[in-house]
């Protein structure tokens, strides 16, 4: 019967102790995995206080626009007073020599132009600030992390402070600049007051210019009217001497004329005097000057004889040394090998030839330079003579002008003295009346192009008024402009000068952003976050520790068959599999007052997690023995890196992932996140379906091996019964 044989296998346990206290001790195996682990766990960072980090303060602090900028004292004072760490402050070589030797898991250096580096900001290339951190992670690995993590906050906290302090000085920039606009605002009103000044000036411009227009249109009628008359005037030529008296006025006007033309002649002719003066002193300079020159060619091209002559006796001296070196070497060569008085030898040798190398080379460059200053002044000297050759013609020319400047000055004077006795002798004015008839007719001739000028002069007047108009609506423009620019940069003025920059400001502009950290399904501790991934370890443990200490295979009785067999076993392990179960949740609940979503299923899931341990190891334990425990310890191998209970399970290798759809710990974990953090109890469910599925598999495939084993082992005592 299937209750007797489950009975002899309860008394056989409970009557047996070497199987009793062994069965005892594995129902706690899950209590050291998942209690032990998480209690040492719990909380690392709530004893954070406790790890000794060491601070080397460097810096030697800077000025910025007149403030003393001390970061490295004000970082450090905020390090005691953040208890974060166990700061140990202390000098630079006892720090780096105690992180050696494992006093401090971490430094942080805090270099000596820590503050300098923060005043470079608005310079071309300014410096980053740095800070030294240094951790001793064969010491432990997880503390640089933290350290790591410590870091970026105080790296935060730093360059919120920088900000804020360049943002202090850059509000007091913008009051600067409001009062930069405001005096460019003034500016600009002075600017729009010339404007509407010149506005006017060129409007009245414009109206005089349209009235010049107008007149030049009727100075253009006047002159066809004069033209027409001058033809008249040669035919009534002859009517002139009626005018004589009028002519009379004319010649004086004529005389007076001549006076001027007679005065600056007399000008002229003192100028070109002067000049010719000039010239000739000129002219008496060049050819010292010219000489001089030919002087400097001559002693040139001896320079450049004798530096030819140098550079062939440097490569006579050259070829001489190289005769030298090779008697020397002779010499040298019977002195022993790598003697100090050898090497000193060589030595000298090879500078010697270097020298007299470097000598003719130098010769040569020399001889080179002088031919080419030899050629050049050979040009210069060119040049003088053909300048002088120039200035005797202009003196010449000068002589000539000055012939000719006597000559004018004389036919004036004689002008003079004709216009004095015309006016003396006026009588004869018929005669001139006579030739004022020829020269009539020039004046038409004159009074034509006149016409011709004066309807140019039309054309002009019209476009320079047309011009005058842009002028005006330029100007116009600008006045506008300018009236606007004042007025938006008394607007800008006042903008800027509305900006209150206080603290609060400063602050916001060091850390503008604000990150709320606002979690879904928050996890309050590193021990409830590692709770599913522990607590399915430990029952996966104890399930396989339990296989060691009660026998999986072996039945306390003759079983009726593979049923009752199976049944016998099972019912013994799932009770140990709940006990361990519940053991674990009251731990985890008064020992470690894990906080969950539901208890109750927070129990009905452990006990699941229990079965489906129990059914596995069962099965690969009863059927395979010894090597089913191998196989079981190499599922919790890869149910340890797959399961998603540390990290996620994209960060693991590629080829790992696909297997942990086919391990239980990987629902099981799932499930217990579901359950003790999410509250999502649908996704719970669907875990619960999975692994029961893995327990129905397990319980048919133990079934199944019983079954065939009953056949081999108990048939003929079934039937004898």
């Not at 604000?514 to 599913?532: H, L």
Request: charged share 20%; glycine share 10%.
């Amino acid at each position: 019967m299937r209750e007797s044989l489950f009975k002899k296998e309860l008394l056989s346990v409970l009557r047996n102790k070497k199987l009793l206290i062994p069965i005892i001790a594995v129902l706690f195996i899950p209590v050291l995995y998942s209690g032990m682990f998480l209690w040492a766990f719990w909380d690392p960072y709530d004893h954070l206080a406790d790890l000794p980090v060491a601070i080397v303060n460097q810096d030697k602090g800077a000025d910025f626009e007149g403030k003393e900028l001390q970061l490295g004292n004000e970082l450090v004072d905020k390090l005691k007073e953040s208890g974060d760490f166990n700061f140990k402050f202390v000098n630079k070589e006892e720090g780096y020599k105690d992180l050696k030797n494992q006093k401090y898991y971490m430094l942080i250096e805090i270099p000596s132009e820590f503050s300098s580096n923060a005043t470079t900001l608005l310079d071309d290339h300014p410096e980053k600030l740095k800070l030294v951190y240094v951790p001793n992670e064969s010491y432990n690995f997880l503390s640089s992390q933290i350290g790591e993590t410590a870091i970026e906050k105080i790296k935060s906290s730093i360059s919120e402070k920088i900000t804020e302090t360049y943002a202090e000085t850059m509000f007091d920039k913008v009051t600067e600049l409001a009062d930069g606009m405001g005096q460019a605002s003034d500016g600009a009103s002075k600017i729009n007051d010339g404007a509407a000044e010149l506005k006017d000036g060129s409007s009245l411009i414009y109206d005089k210019l349209s009235l010049l227009a107008d007149k030049s249109i009727e100075f253009n009628d006047g002159v066809g009217k004069i033209n027409n008359g001058s033809k008249e005037l040669v035919a009534g030529s002859k009517t002139l001497a009626d005018g004589l008296g009028q002519l009379q006025e004319g010649q004086n006007t004529l005389k007076s004329a001549s006076d001027q033309l007679k005065a600056g002649h007399e000008q002229m002719a003192a100028g070109i005097h002067q000049t010719k003066e000039g010239l000739g002193a000129v002219n008496e300079k060049l050819p010292a000057v010219v000489a001089g020159t030919e002087q400097i060619g001559a002693g040139a091209k001896t320079l450049s004889t004798s530096l030819q002559q140098w550079q062939s006796e440097a490569q006579k001296v050259n070829g001489g040394m190289a005769v030298l070196q090779e008697k020397l070497q002779g010499l040298i060569g019977q002195l022993p090998e790598n003697s100090p008085e050898r090497l000193e030898l060589e030595g000298a040798l090879n500078q010697l030839k270097t020298g007299t190398a470097e000598l003719a080379g130098a010769a040569g460059q020399l001889a080179n330079g002088g031919n080419e200053i030899a050629a050049k002044i050979g040009e210069l000297n060119t040049g003088q003579k053909q300048l002088q050759q120039g200035v005797n013609e202009l003196a010449k020319g000068s002589e000539k002008l000055e012939s000719g400047a006597q000559e004018i000055s004389k036919g004036q004077n004689e002008f003079q003295a004709g216009m004095n006795t015309f006016s003396e002798k006026f009588a004869d004015a018929k005669a001139g009346a006579d030739q004022l008839a020829n020269g009539s007719t020039v004046l038409a001739g004159g009074l034509g192009q006149l016409q011709d000028g004066s309807a140019a002069f039309k054309d002009g007047t019209a476009q320079l008024k047309d011009g005058a108009g842009k002028i005006a609506d330029g100007n116009a423009t600008l006045y506008d402009g300018s009236e606007e620019l004042a007025s938006k940069l008394a607007d800008g003025a006042d903008k800027a000068s509305s900006v209150n920059a206080n603290d609060d400001t400063f602050s916001m502009m060091a850390g503008p952003v604000k990150v709320d950290n606002e979690k879904i399904n928050k996890v309050p501790n590193y021990g409830t976050g590692f709770a599913p991934y522990f607590l399915s370890l430990g029952l996966f443990v104890g399930a396989l520790l339990l296989s060691i200490v009660f026998p999986l295979r072996e039945p306390a009785g003759v079983p009726k068959n593979g049923m009752s067999w199976f049944t016998s076993k099972f019912l013994i392990l799932m009770g140990i599999g709940i006990i361990q179960a519940l053991i674990s949740v009251l731990i985890m609940f008064v020992g470690l007052k894990i906080e969950v979503q539901s208890v109750p299923l927070f129990i009905f899931f452990a006990i699941i997690t229990s079965l489906t341990f129990i059914t596995l190891i069962q099965f690969f334990v009863t059927t395979f023995g010894d090597p089913g425990r191998f196989i079981a310890i190499i599922i919790l191998i890869l149910q340890l890196t797959t399961s998603a209970g540390t990290f996620p399970l994209e960060l693991i290798p590629n080829f790992l992932q696909p297997i942990s759809a086919f391990l239980p710990m990987t629902y099981t974990v799932s499930g217990f996140k579901a359950v003790i953090s999410s509250g999502d109890f649908s996704f719970m469910w669907h875990n619960v379906g999975i692994l029961a599925i893995f327990i129905v598999l397990f319980i048919a495939g133990t079934i199944t091996f019983f079954t065939g084993m009953h056949k081999k082992r108990f048939a003929a005592a079934a039937v004898s019964e």
